[in-house]
């Protein structure tokens, strides 16, 4: 058999078991060694090959595509420190739970730690960041060999789509001559032509038993409160909202658990609590005795501190993916079950109903912090808060919101509340970075109806190179850059007070014109001088087609002064309010 | 013992040290958990504190330094996928063996692996890219623990430096608060104020006996070659220009060998080399029985395949570092010695020379080839081989020329020939990936007279984002972008000849106006129309200061067939001159 022949078999057959196991998007960057696999996957009529040049941002624009189609996507890249470029977006996408298929072409054993071009350690590149790790056998056209690329693809693609998922990594030495016979039929087989084999993913459950001894710790409950973090579970919204329903809980929503959205019953739901549970009359007046808490660890450090001030309660954590998220040891149940199955089955074990009055609290207090939130929209300024206040409706029917990092998703936190509106709110909350966000955004807009990228300019920065993709692809975005020359979160931590070396080391003025670089990536920029314009910019938007930018410049003092303004005022009230009509 | 004064102990002993080891310059990348890392390093007087908020661009702008300023850098970054950014630089200063301190700041035992935020598992975060990893002691003020901190720090920067030198991991878990006391004098210690512990370093070398031995393999050999690759050891031009004067061998000098500039003898530097390598007969009159090896492996491949077609000739490899850089097992002997102790003892046991004949004819050929070169110089047009064959001339005495990968490395090796002048050249060699280009430039550029980089525009597109750096710190800085819109490298190789899916996969066009960029970051750009333009501009450019951009636009497959063209012509008169003459 010769090399031509039995690297494309090879390669062809993996490629051919990719797409039979449902992967449609592939993601390409340039490179010689990986050659083969790109050029098979470029003949692939059912594969969506998309080219990055950079690996950094094309790791995060798989990983877009694959947290918004809610399928695996496979990355491609050649040896080197090309590969290390992948490691950010692996370490996202595995604490974020997204299946990425990371490919790496690799210099064979011989060509190994013997100074060739180009050629690294690749084995176990990302360490313990990815939940497998397979070393190819070398391109053979045997039978076994081929039946063995089929089943490390099927399984592979498994493994990553498993709960939770995650990345797993395929390392593929290969030998030169690299180009394949595009000649051959290749992607024809006798041998179970559709698909070597399936694999069925089951879902973590607990019994009867544990649902029943479960629901006897609640049965009579009166003072819970559900808690839902990011959270992406088929048929969550609605199980949760049934179960708080049964119970009389209120839901602390996250704006990621994507409860505060859409047309589901929100009677139940508290969205304000990032700002009332900063006041300490409020945190006296709601403590709950139990906590059930869903997905990830929620964004608002408000919450996080009240759960902790209230370690007394029974805690239950239910995670389907299997996994510990409870960085204060509060928990004093870790129930491994899919969560929307934990909602809907627990329901048939409730009994008792607690009293409505521990919810209605909760109620008073939330209905309370929203009147005083009219004090942000009758705000003259542009300003980092009304414009999360006002978001929601600004946005068109179907919107995906993409939130950067930093201060952006904490406002969205305090200030993007319930609506009726079908948005969906995203993020990188794996890991919390500001890196890559501009390409995870990209990659989510091909699958998005119209994605809204909301961003503070040092993460626009980060990933300025990310915007090529859109370029060249014509993709669709608008991108609304809050602008306060620097990294505006560190006003809000102690050391700010530190005023020495503050703004060398926190505050980091970058002072750049944006504009420029939007002009070279062919988009459109809008510096927003009022409200009046952003309303008809945001308007206008969903026509407008390319790379969209709207820049808001703020001031990171302001901003600080404002919010703390602001909390400081809804304090004052609810701290009348319990006083008063609550003693 | 409170919280702040256990941090602030700590972490001042630990900079303290790391200054006294020699350490000069670190690169900070803003964060939270790196918060008393960051301030402490900002108030010691003689540490020169770089920020750069894009982490990957800091790393190589780290790696820069510790290139040109051949002392060890620290870089500094906070936890999460920010440590991951770290990763192609850490991989690229492994294996080109650059000393880096890499710290990262961790969040403490109780909040891994609980879904705290921007958390990940950083343990051995760089695999076996570092030559030592430490999960280093919680901020403690006991004596031991004082000591322990500045042990560590001191064996850390001697095992980076160490040959072969390379990075080193420190990962620092922290508490909050994170806010050191800066009020205390913090460098102030009683014991061992100088320092706690000098590390010496010592250089490898064989005994005598075993110089005897390989004396008595070389003396008499008539037909050796000498070959430097990439070598930075003090002392080595002058010591292989004298042994190479006493074997009567020629010197095949890579670019990054340092031999084909300066005022030293080049009576026996042969720099043609990777053009007429690839004409037979020229191989077959010059075929060596024992070849010398020093550094990393050159970049030309005409000469990588003369060497593995010579695979009967003795073969020693010289290595410092105690490498294995031999991919096509040549070697017949391995040498584990200084490379500059190497030549000058082995210069005292030579006691024959070799006749000058075989010399003469690496010497004759050389300049029949250099003879041919004026052909690139005649042409009228701008053109990639003509810019490589006139930078020598057009560099001011004292520049460095820092040079991207894939195609510029190689125009280099090809065109940039023999000179007096003083003139460095770099380029990342380690793992030759294209990535964090322009800042390893830029960095370089801090301890470089005048910097000029070379590069393509994917190079160049691929670290954009590494300009910041020039435009806050207004770092003096040359770029000549050769601008073919896209993977020009690739239409040398074999998949060229496939038309199908070529620009798709290879070719990768970015259609971009660089010069928007250029206007972001503050910089002057310059689209060269033609040779008279480009000398003045380079004649004017050591006057100018800040980020200086001078675009050369080329086309792919001009360029492709003007280099065939020249070697073609230049084989023929090889050939006839072979066959003609000395037949």
Redesign the interface.
Known sequence: MNHQESLTAYIAAFVRELVQTGITDVV?S?G?RS?PM??VM??HPEIK?H?H????SAAFFGLGIAKASKRPVAILCTS???A??Y??A???A??SRVPLIVLTADRPH??R?????????QI??Y???VKWFVEMALPEKTDDIIRYARTVCARAVAIASQTPSGPVHLNFPLRE???PN?DRNLFQTEERPKGYVKVHNGDLTINNTQFKETAAKLNGKVKGIIVCGNIETEGFVDAVTLLASALNFPILADPLSQLRSGKHNKENIIDAYDTFLRNQDAKSFLKPDVVIRFG??PVSKALTIFLKENHCADHFVIDGGG?????S?LSTDMIFCNETIFCTTLLTYIETKASKSFLGNWKDINKLTKEHMTTIRDSIELSESRLFYQLADMLPEGATLFVGNSMPIRDVDSFFLNNDRSIKVMAN?G???I??TVSTALGASLYSTSLYLVLGD?TF??D??GL?AA??YNIDIHIIVVNNNG?G??SF???A??E??FE???G?P????????I???NGNFNKIKDWDQLGLNMKNSSETTGINVHEILTNRDRNLAEHREFWRLVSQEISNFVKGDHK
């Open positions: 390409v340039p010689s050659t790109a050029m470029a003949e090959l080219v040049v950079d690996e950094r080197g420190t090309a290390a470029n490691f950010p692996i370490v996202e595995h604490y011989e060509l730690e013997v100074g060739a071009p180009q050629a690294i350690d176990h590149l360490g313990h960041h001559p690299l180009v595009l990830a660890m996994g510990w998220r409870d960085p040891s909350r890991a919390n970075g890196d890559g040092l920065f980060h300025l190179n090529i370029k060249l990294g979160i560190f931590l102690p050391q007070e530190h020495k070396n060398l080391l926190f980091t970058l002072n750049i014109e944006f504009e420029h670089a002009r070279m990536f």
